[in-house]
């Protein structure tokens, strides 16, 4: 072997060195990752629960948390707690397919046309800025109290993150790899296929997160509405008959529900996503 081939091989032990200190010392595993994300609730849980202990703090209006998790085993064990969370969740799921078909549709047709882009684009912005209480009157009296008020209300907080990150998603697309596929001879649905869909997915995917986030914020407006169940009624019921602890309870559970369907949608969409090449990606593959 020359010199020179010493020379330039003698670079890639280093470089191999250099990423085995990267995993070992600065990057994360999976589940050390997934372990450091309860540390700050569960730090505060522990800090409030010794701080009502030891006389501190009263818990009068914030209760411990021992309390809330009593609470929470109350209702689990005369089965309120699963009766609510499915009313919840059934809201939840159909005004998110609702709001996703109509963010998607109107999206795509804004991105795809610059004359329905004008059309749309402005009273759509406008419809966004209303606030969420302000659409309970009026759908209370178009559909009344029942279901389909409380869905519609979800599908409307769902349908504008997903319309615009749709909208920003296509108008975003490099003009240069639409001229590659096209030079390529590429047909309008191998175009869209293997070029518009790949560079659309990743900020879709973000809009859907988006979208499911304030379908959540919604649902409790919702069940404002003259709801018998779901958790938006335990939030009611425990402040007309002042329950903290009840209060705090369906809140944490939103917390949680929420949580756990944002890391469904991001471990469906992974595999869609798999061929991305982004520097988060290769951190957790270093992990």
Same mark, same amino acid.
């Given at each position: ?6 020379? #330039? ?46 006389? #501190? ?231």
């Amino acid at each position: 072997m020359s010199a020179a081939d010493g020379l #330039i091989e003698t670079p890639a032990p280093a470089a191999r060195r250099s990423g085995a200190v990267r995993r070992g010392g600065g990057t994360l595993q999976g589940w050390q990752r997934a372990l450091l994300g309860f540390a700050l609730p569960v730090g505060a849980a522990l800090a409030w629960e010794v701080a009502i202990r030891l006389g #501190i703090a009263q818990g009068r209006l914030l209760p411990a948390p021992s309390t809330i998790i009593s609470t929470l085993a109350d209702l689990a064990r005369n089965g309120d707690l699963a009766l609510h969370i499915r009313a919840t969740l059934a809201r939840v799921a159909a005004g998110f397919a609702l709001g996703v078909a109509a963010g998607t549709l109107l999206g795509a047709l804004a991105g795809a046309s610059g004359l329905t882009r004008a059309l749309l684009d402005p009273t759509l912005q406008g419809l966004r800025a209303i606030p969420s209480i302000a659409w309970v009157p009026l759908f209370i009296l178009w559909l009344g109290i029942f279901e389909a008020s409380k869905v519609t209300l979800i599908a409307v907080g769902v349908a504008f993150p997903v319309y615009l990150g749709t909208l920003g998603a296509i108008l975003s697309v490099d003009r240069k790899i639409i001229e590659v596929g096209r030079s390529f001879r590429l047909t309008r649905l191998q175009l869209s296929c293997r070029i518009l869909l790949p560079a659309v997915l990743p900020h879709y995917i973000v809009a859907l997160r988006s979208g499911l986030g304030l379908g959540w914020m919604f649902v409790v407006a919702a069940e404002f509405m003259g709801a018998s169940e779901g958790l938006g009624y335990l939030l009611v019921d425990g402040q007309q008959l002042g329950k903290p602890a009840q209060i705090v309870a369906a809140i944490v559970v939103f917390a949680i529900l929420g949580k756990l369907t944002d890391a469904l949608l991001v471990a469906a969409s992974a595999p869609l996503l798999r061929w991305e090449d982004t520097a988060q990606r290769a951190a957790q593959a270093e992990g």
